[in-house]
C-alpha cells in the first residue's frame, strides 16, 4: 500500500526534478552564448572543414563540462548537508 508520504516524497522529487530542468535549459542558452562570444559557436562545429577534429574537440568540451558539473553537484550536495541512504 501507497502511503500519504511515499507520495508526497515521490512528488518532491519529480518536482525538484523539473526546477532543474528548467535550469539546465537557462545555462544551455547562456554557455552557448559564451561560446559564440568566444568564436567557438556549434555552427562552427558542424561546418568546420575537418569534422573529425571538430567532433574531438565536441567530446573535450563535453567531457570537461560533465566533470565540472559532477564537482559541483558533489559539493552542493556536501554543502547542502543532504545524506546519502
Known sequence: MVTVK???????VAI???FGFIIA??????IIGLMNMAGLSVS?????SDPTV???VAVIAAIIIT????FG???IT????????
Do not use: H, M, P
Open 6 to 12: 511515499e507520495v508526497k516524497s515521490t512528488i518532491a
Open 16 to 18: 525538484a526534478g523539473a
Open 25 to 30: 535549459l537557462i545555462w544551455r542558452d547562456i
Open 44 to 48: 562552427d562545429f558542424q561546418n568546420a
Open 54 to 56: 571538430a567532433a574531438v
Open 67 to 70: 566533470l565540472i558539473c559532477v
Open 73 to 75: 553537484i558533489l559539493y
Open 78 to 85: 556536501k554543502w547542502g548537508g543532504v545524506k546519502k541512504d
